[in-house]
């Protein structure tokens, strides 16, 4: 029994997880050689680590592969990555797809750990690296924000309701205006440590400062997508970008049936909300955006698909922006063609 390759797939929850260490034998055989579950903690990952050693093959490499199941796969990942070994974390549509294309209808954590071990044998992943501490101090702090802003902004509607009712009652306004003061007064707060941290790094700060040349893209957006994407370390592509954020295409048809194309939104939703506002000031305040929101609207008479299209164009500006380390020129395909 030749093995090719080897990978461990690992399905994870919060407190637990379960691992099916996989071969890919010669012939292209696929085996499931052991499945196991583990505790999410730092004792569950030494007697996961154990687990591995006893059962893998040591001629060859082995990889681990899992799902980007929001920070559940976050202390895995970085135990893993500490020790020297190779990671995939991929984008739950990914791995659905694949089971997809095995025909795999049941849904269990083991039957998901297999699916995993499986695609980590049979396709070339793209290699996860561990961010910078800052991205991910940047990333609590910016979700923090947004979770207050939400609330605070939960709040005020529900006062504005009160306020306009026949007989509001005026104990529960001073409440709700002294809360209101109060998420205020916690949102500066992390403003402030949000603005002290990118300060820190005069890297981040100079990405930031080129970024928000870009009209519509103020600062908080900019960090809010520096720090979900952790500051680009696993993307290669627009294209990855895209479907990593959520903007990807999907378009179903069968025969002469034809259905509407439409984002996945199976990705990051916190780059798109962090994208709506910018893309309808980008519309108004830019030329080249405003002329590409009227191309789109024009052909598809949709203000929100056009006002998504742009979200997904700037998203792919960021990224050349922070790839390239320059600044926003107007008009620059024009220009580029003038020249």
């Known amino acids: 029994m030749e093995v090719l390759r080897q990978n461990v797939g690992n399905d994870i929850a919060k407190d ?3 691992a099916t260490l996989t071969f890919l034998l010669k012939g292209q055989l696929i085996k499931h050689v052991a ?5 999410n903690k ?12 006893k059962h893998k093959k040591d001629s060859i490499d082995v990889n681990f592969t899992m799902e980007a199941t929001g920070v559940y796969y976050e202390n895995l990942a970085y135990y893993l990555f500490e020790n020297g070994e190779t990671i995939h974390v991929l984008l739950p549509n990914k791995a659905k797809k694949f089971a997809g294309s095995l025909n795999i209808k049941s849904k269990t954590d083991k039957i998901d750990s297999k699916i995993l071990g499986q695609m980590g ?10 961010s910078s501490k800052i991205y991910r101090q940047l ?3 910016t979700r923090e924000r947004s979770q207050l802003v939400k609330e605070s902004t939960r709040v005020k509607n529900q006062l504005h309701a009160e306020q306009h009712t026949a007989k509001p009652m005026k104990s529960t306004i001073r409440r709700m205006k002294g809360h209101i003061k ?13 603005r002290v941290l990118v300060k820190s790094d005069n890297f981040v700060a100079d990405k930031v400062k080129k970024i928000t040349t870009v009209p519509g893209l103020d600062f908080t957006t900019v960090v809010n997508i520096i720090a979900e994407t952790q500051g680009f370390s696993n993307a290669n592509s627009i294209k990855q970008l895209t479907s990593f954020a959520g903007y990807d295409v999907q378009l179903k ?3 002469k049936w034809k259905g509407k194309s439409r984002i996945s939104k199976k990705g990051n939703s916190h780059i798109r909300g962090a994208l709506y506002m910018p893309s309808l000031s980008a519309k108004t305040h830019s030329q080249t955006y405003g002329r ?4 789109i609207n024009t052909k598809k008479q949709n203000g929100l698909i056009s006002s998504t299209a742009v979200q997904r164009k700037l998203l792919g500006l960021i990224y050349t922006l922070w790839k390239n380390d320059t600044t926003y020129i107007e008009n620059y395909q024009l220009q580029k063609k003038a020249s």
């Open 16 to 18: 637990s997880f379960v």
């Open 35 to 39: 499945t196991k579950k583990f505790t």
């Open 42 to 53: 730092p004792k569950g990952f030494k007697d996961y680590s154990q687990w591995v050693d």
């Open 121 to 130: 044998v049979e396709r070339e992943l793209e290699k996860w690296q561990l």
């Open 139 to 141: 990333r609590t702090l």
């Open 182 to 194: 109060y998420l205020e007064r916690h949102i500066a707060n992390v403003e402030k440590e949000i």
């Open 253 to 255: 048809e069968s025969g």
């Open 292 to 295: 590409f929101y009227e191309r």
